[in-house]
Nanobody
Framework: QVQLVESGGGLVQPGESLRLSCAAS????????MGWYRQAPGKQRELVAA???????NYVDSVNGRFTISRDNAKNTVSLQMNSLKPEDTAVYYC??????????????WGQGTQVTVSS
């Protein structure tokens, strides 16, 4: 079982930056992929950014160039640096981890979410 705890959300003005962090209870070295999803009011949850154990990254087009995902295996954390924030980025952001279990196969874990609000 992997527990994920997000932090760093808050209220910021457009154009400002925010850094989200996700702490995992297990070594993320053994976790294939970690990522950040977000869900805005009335919208579907969408993948924002993902990073593999090998360090390759993917971003949704709307944040590409503004957001950067990184992982620190030694500290068991994954971060999302969000720059040039827009009101459209307002959402609850969820940390995600995908881990392979010998018994269960691929298992997806979720954090409880952290609110990010971008408003003037």
């Amino acid at each position: 079982q992997v527990q994920l705890v997000e932090s760093g959300g808050g209220l910021v003005q457009p154009g400002e930056s925010l850094r989200l962090s996700c702490a995992a209870s297990a070594s993320i070295f053994s976790i294939s992929t970690m990522g950040w999803y977000r869900q805005a009011p009335g919208k579907q949850r969408e993948l924002v950014a993902a990073i593999t154990s090998g360090g390759s990254t993917n971003y949704v087009d709307s944040v590409n160039g503004r957001f950067t995902i990184s992982r620190d295996n030694a500290k068991n954390t994954v971060s999302l640096q969000m720059n040039s924030l827009k009101p459209e980025d307002t959402a609850v952001y969820y940390c995600n981890a995908d881990r392979y279990s010998t018994l269960l196969g691929w298992v997806r874990y979720w954090g409880q979410g952290t609110q990010v609000t971008v408003s003037s």
